[in-house]
């Protein structure tokens, strides 16, 4: 019998890896997802590279009656990954009431349908964003968890709180919270990868747009930021890498290897690049020439986000094993078979 698992937002993007890594381990895992920001098709994309095609069940988490039905019927889950969540940050501040129903609606529904179907393992998508503009770098644990500069980040800040108050009410159940830092890059199949819908937000997908014509020119948000080049850093980890710490974070839980009822990690690869550094690496990895220009600063934007992500490399017992190179060429391949073009 395999080790059933719940994943919330298991069409998305870092869900969706995620499954992978979990079939390819053994776990019979159960997508849970509304399709607002992913389609149906991942799970034929899981089922080409896994040979397994999961289960989707297709509800909406913020609404409860959906959410304790689903629950139910898979009773005999060992664990749930919480992906689910709105993650535009733009679009957070337009519409705050969206962001604050959905994420933290579905998240206490799943909390509630969880216990109430004795599920007691939980990981939940936390992200850099909770530290607000951070007093140094590399970023720990326990930095202090400023006010995000946006709802989408003030619910992420929001929903640790709520997990930790109620790992402080009772003790059958056990929360890991893992912090992303920048997530990039696809499958190495090219059939998992980023789909963002409209103008992209982010960097990577906007580079790769910007590489097939898509968009006319990438601009650069700022060179007078106090970095080594004037230009914002982040900390850029693979997404399949990510995938690979949710499995150990979640055996840890499973084997109930946990020290704390909530433990929280920072996942990133520890070394910061800036804007201007993954340019040259796509340039470089992929031999196509990036349209670029540099503009103002994006409002919201910090200098720099870099974690410190030795805590998971201790009690994790993970790494992460690929580099910018493979970060931006993997995100690439996946750009050039969605727009299927042949350069
Ligand atoms: P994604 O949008 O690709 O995946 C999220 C999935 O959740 C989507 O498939 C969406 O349809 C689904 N969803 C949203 N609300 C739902 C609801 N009420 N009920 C059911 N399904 C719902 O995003 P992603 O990049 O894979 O992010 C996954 C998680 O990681 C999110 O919680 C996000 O906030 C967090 N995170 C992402 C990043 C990043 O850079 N991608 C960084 C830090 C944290
Ligand atoms: C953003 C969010 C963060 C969220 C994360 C993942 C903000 C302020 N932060 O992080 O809360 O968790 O996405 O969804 O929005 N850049 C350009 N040109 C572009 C796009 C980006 O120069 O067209 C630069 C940005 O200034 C930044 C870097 O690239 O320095 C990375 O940007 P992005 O991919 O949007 O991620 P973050 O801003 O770090």
């Not at 499995?247 to 704390?260: D, G, H, I, Y």
């Not at 931006?328 to 050039?336: C, D, I, N, P, Q």
């Amino acid at each position: 019998m395999k080790t059933k698992v719940l994943i919330t937002g298991g069409t998305g993007y870092i869900g969706s890896h995620t499954a992978v890594t979990l079939i390819e381990a053994g776990y019979e895992v159960i997508l849970i997802d509304n399709l607002s920001n992913s389609s149906e098709n991942v799970v034929s994309r899981i089922g080409t590279i896994t040979k397994v095609k999961p289960e989707l069940e297709v509800i909406d988490l913020a609404k409860m009656e959906q959410c304790a039905t689903v629950f139910k019927r898979h009773q005999d889950a060992k664990a749930i990954i919480h992906f689910a969540a709105l993650k535009a940050v733009g679009e957070s501040v337009k519409k705050p009431l969206e962001y604050y129903s959905n994420n933290i609606g579905s998240l206490t529904n799943t909390l509630i349908c969880a216990k109430k179907n004795g599920i007691d393992k939980f990981i939940f998508s936390s992200s850099a964003t909770v530290f607000g503009e951070p007093d140094s770098i590399p970023i720990t644990e326990d930095a202090l968890r400023k006010r995000p500069f946006s709802p989408y980040g003030n619910s992420k800040k929001v929903s640790e709180e709520i997990m930790e108050d109620l790992v402080a009410s009772e003790s059958a159940v056990s929360i890991t919270s893992l912090r992303y830092f920048n997530p990039i890059g696809a499958h190495d199949s090219g059939e998992l990868g980023e789909l963002p819908s409209g103008v992209p937000n982010n960097l990577m997908p906007y580079i790769t747009q910007t590489a097939t014509g898509i968009r006319e020119k990438l601009w650069v948000y700022g060179d007078d930021y106090p970095t080594r080049d004037g230009i914002p850093i982040r900390d850029y980890i693979h997404v399949v890498d990510l995938a690979e710490a949710h499995l150990s974070a979640m055996e840890r839980l499973l084997k109930e290897e946990n020290e704390e009822p909530m433990e929280v990690f920072n996942l990133g690869s520890g070394v910061g690049y800036s804007v201007m550094e993954v340019i040259h690496a796509f340039e470089t990895t992929t031999g196509q020439k990036l349209n670029y220009e540099i503009t103002h600063r994006r409002n919201g934007d910090v200098p720099q986000l870099v974690a410190s992500s030795e805590l998971a490399y201790k009690k994790l017992d993970w790494k992460p094993k690929r580099n910018l190179s493979e970060m931006v060429g993997s995100a690439w391949a996946w750009e050039k078979k969605i727009r299927n073009t042949k350069n």
